[in-house]
């Protein structure tokens, strides 16, 4: 599908935009580490919400950014529950200040409380009036990864995400579950059929302001609702793993043209640490 005109038809109203990179970060959680029932919370349950971690400035700035790149990068897919596009930070220089966003990163590290570097980032599109849910799984079944036991994400509003807009709904304690086989993120029982216990789980879902954030371990099982505003729900995810991560030689967009062998640790350019 061409993203040109589609995207363009969802241009909002640039009232805030800026063209020079914001230096300012939100106040909320400069020079703060996050109080401990926030981080126990998240080792409890596998995720946790964290309001303000963008300025409008900066919202207005990378939601530009975010959909300039929808418009001149291919999508990895373009299927029916998002429009994907993977390793935006090695296209866009202005992603690239998000993805590597100090703040954030260092939330990600005392949340996981040990080292850690980028695995890759996600900008994810859900376009309006898009009935498709992305169903329940966990992300790191879909990973070719040894180690990387604490690996976290960030989904970043860059917009408001209310329920009707798709945000996202968590399992709580389903992080625990590990070795389960990949699960498909188009069919609702997917992962219930792996795992039926979890269909009982409490189901926690967290619409986001444009700005705010969830942070969930990577197996922690969540899906996220359909589309049925007339606003494209606009996200980014921001994925770190472990620092000591090794690649398990399985088949991955990001490592494949990457030629690793199986047992080296992920490092280099691709997978920058992040520094705490
Ligand atoms: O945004 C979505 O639709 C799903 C996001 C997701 O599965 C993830 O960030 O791991």
């Known amino acids: 599908m061409p993203n040109g005109p589609a995207l363009i038809k969802w241009r909002y109203n640039r009232s805030m935009e800026t063209d020079t990179h914001p230096t300012v970060h939100s106040e909320r959680w400069q020079n703060k580490v996050l109080p401990a029932d926030m981080v126990a919370s998240y080792r409890t349950r596998g995720f946790l919400h964290v309001p303000e971690v963008l300025t409008p400035v900066e919202v207005a700035y990378y939601r530009d950014a975010a959909e300039r790149a929808a418009l001149s990068m291919p999508p990895l897919s373009d299927r029916p529950v998002f429009l994907q596009l ?119 879902t967290i619409p986001l302001r444009a700005g705010d954030c969830t942070f969930h371990h990577a197996r922690c099982a969540h899906m996220a609702g359909s589309n049925e505003t007339d606003v494209p729900r606009v996200a980014h995810t921001i994925i770190y793993t472990d620092a000591d991560t090794r690649f398990n030689g399985g088949n991955h967009v990001v490592t494949a043209p990457l030629g690793l062998v199986a047992g080296e640790v992920l490092t280099g350019d691709m997978f920058p640490p992040i520094n705490r």
Not at 95 to 119: C, D, F, I, N, Y
């Open 86 to 204: 993977v390793n935006v930070w090695r296209s866009s220089d202005a992603m690239k200040q998000l993805t590597l966003h100090p703040l954030l990163g260092r939330l990600a590290s005392e949340l996981a409380g040990v080292p850690l570097r980028l695995w890759h980032d996600q900008i994810l599109i859900k376009k309006p009036h898009n009935s498709a849910a992305t169903q329940f799984h966990q992300d790191q079944p879909y990973w070719p990864h040894d180690g990387g036991t604490h690996a976290i994400s960030a989904w970043i509003a860059l917009v408001d995400v209310p329920v009707e807009r798709g945000c996202m709904t968590f399992l709580t304690g389903s992080h625990r579950f590990n070795n389960l086989p990949a699960q498909d993120l188009g069919d609702a029982h997917s992962l219930f059929g792996k795992a039926p216990s979890m269909e009982w789980f409490e189901r926690v």
